[in-house]
């Protein structure tokens, strides 16, 4: 399923433009991260992902630790990059070397989306922000957590999901996909 990642990129990107400086060492529904966390994470798998549609490898390391200073310029660019990256159907085709594992592209453009829709909800929530993510793009990221989910036995997967949090089956598809990669929809700081 191929993913017009625009959408996406333009509402995380105008998250980013919301956040004040008060707001940078706040929680955020990922436990072990702050909002200055969420946001450095968010600026180094925005670059190794249009690396991914490049068909660079993208090598593994630790999360970053700092946010660069120039972030609030920084970030709304290389998700802009990314978004275009993904617009080529070669980046969807063949196969990307991510982390030392080879995978097929498609089943990498949907890891990306999944991270800029659950990151974009988690960000908004952290600074009480209204989120919108597009149906396309909300459906491919179901598909990737319900997979996940699936694979894992529904025990979560260490440093991408929690176990899933119950939801009702006919909740909005937003709220599947975040209670489904352990996160509770009705999480506020």
Known sequence: MVVDLEPITREVAGLVGRVRDDQLDGPTPCAEMTV???????????????????????????????????????????????????????????????????????????????????HGWDLARAIGAPYRADEPALRAAHGWVTATVERTGGKGQEGLFAPPVPVADDAPLLDRVVALAGRAPTWTP
């Open 36 to 118: 200055r966390q969420l946001l450095a994470h968010l600026a180094q798998l925005t670059v190794g992902f249009r690396m991914l549609a490049q068909k660079q490898a993208v090598p593994g390391g630790p999360r970053p630790t700092e946010l660069p200073a120039d972030w609030r310029e920084r970030l709304p660019r290389v998700l802009d990059e990314l978004a275009d990256a993904w617009q080529l159907p070669a980046a969807w085709e063949g196969t990307v070397q991510f982390f030392g594992r080879e995978m097929p592209g498609a089943m990498a453009g949907q890891i990306v989306t999944d991270e800029l829709v659950l």
